[in-house]
């Protein structure tokens, strides 16, 4: 099982779909009544994209956790407000942003990471993954863990905004459209410090990249 | 011939494809929805009763708000058992020293409480004064004899009687 989420799962219209899963029109109607049950459904919809979100900014599995359970929360408490101009998503991630470059402001960054959970089935499907490994490490030895923890490193090493679209575009698969709409600046500004941000990774994971 | 940018990135967005791989412990997500559901009800039950919360964070926070609401609430509750003594005693000496005139001599009522026989010293009552006074004075008068037989527990004596001159 990957954290990372190709696309968000936006539902948009009112009837149930071909699962025959309510859409999040109708569970956030409920929920804005005050029913659990269907913000209950609406949590476990977005709960990998939010947390894996927050993991890759953090590193740190225990924060990433409390602030996706807040992120929830904080969603819940403030739903009365949400009136379907964006997608539900974009409205959740942005919390869900918002409530970590808060955190990482007001604490020093952490170098502790979770990083030996790794799903093994993914990585053999995943053969170009494993080429990539094998063909481009100097060091044959090096694991994939060990990998993890330099790439961790590296995206530390970013500035919260860079980090932040790395960890969305590249590792979450959203869109820069979808990106600018969380991060409320237009395409270009996504656009430019994507580059950016490839570019000093690049620099530091320069042993592992051609 | 140089590479576009993606084309350059397109090794590094294959390794950064690695942290996908990185997941939280097995079953995590089993129960991720019903913690903050929890939270969310124990939040609406904790703003049920904020105002207690509240008043004991303040408490715990401040030593001295502490300190002054001990002191404070042990005066109300002294003031209040000598109000209620006060409430049940003054009534007697009251009803005792009432004077009245009964065919032209006065009648000064002084009886000694009658204390229950019990172990309840606190309560104090006057059967005397309770009988004296819903008794007519004709009646009272002509009350010389034997006191009457009450409930077990309690016991009367004739009150100091003294028919003025």
């Not at chain 2, 003594?85 to 009245?100: A, G, I």
């Not at chain 2, 409480?113 to 009552?125: C, D, G, M, N, Y």
Request: glycine share 6%.
């Amino acid at each position: 099982m990957s954290l990372a989420i190709s696309k968000p799962p936006a539902h948009s219209s009112e009837t149930p779909t071909a699962s025959g899963e309510l859409e999040d029109s109708t569970l956030i109607q409920r929920a804005q009544e005050g029913d659990h049950a269907a913000y209950d459904q609406l949590v476990r919809r977005y709960q990998k994209g939010v947390y894996a979100t927050i993991y890759h900014m953090t590193s740190n599995h225990e924060d990433a956790s409390d602030l996706a359970q807040e992120t929830f929360i904080r969603a819940f408490r403030a739903i009365g407000s949400f009136r379907g101009q964006s997608l539900f998503f974009t409205w959740l991630y942005r919390i869900a942003v918002n409530k970590t470059l808060n955190f990482l402001k007001q604490r020093s960054r952490r170098g502790q990471m979770s990083l030996n959970d790794l799903d093994s089935d993914l990585l053999e499907r995943d053969s170009g993954l494993g080429a990539l490994i094998s063909d481009k490490t100097p060091r044959h030895e090096l694991n994939l863990g060990e990998l993890q923890v330099r790439l961790n490193e590296a995206m530390l090493k970013l500035s919260e905004p860079h980090r932040l679209v790395v960890t969305l575009h590249d590792i979450q698969g959203l869109s820069h459209d979808e990106i600018s709409k969380i991060m409320d600046c237009n395409t270009g500004t996504v656009r430019s410090r994507l580059y950016y941000a490839r570019q000093q990774l690049q620099g530091h994971l320069a042993e592992f990249v051609k | 011939m140089k590479t576009t940018p993606s084309q350059d990135f397109q090794d590094l967005r294959q390794l950064l494809a690695a942290k996908r791989l990185e997941q939280p412990p097995p079953g995590y997500f089993d129960h991720f929805a019903d913690r903050v559901i929890s939270r969310l009800e124990a939040d609406e039950d904790c703003e049920a009763s904020g105002w207690w919360n509240r008043l004991m964070q303040l408490l715990e926070a401040h030593p001295l708000v502490t300190s002054v609401a001990g002191v404070v609430m042990s005066a109300a509750l002294l003031t209040t058992v000598q109000f209620a003594d006060t409430l049940e005693l003054s009534p007697e000496p009251r009803s005792l020293s009432t004077s009245f005139s009964l065919a032209g001599s006065s009648i000064k009522a002084q009886p000694e409480p009658t204390r229950l026989a019990t172990e309840e010293t606190w309560v104090t009552r006057s059967f005397a004064t309770v009988a004296l006074t819903s008794l007519t004075p004709s009646i009272r008068t002509a009350w010389s004899g034997e006191p009457p037989k009450v409930a077990s527990g309690w016991s009367v004596r004739p009150v100091n009687f003294t028919p003025g001159r």
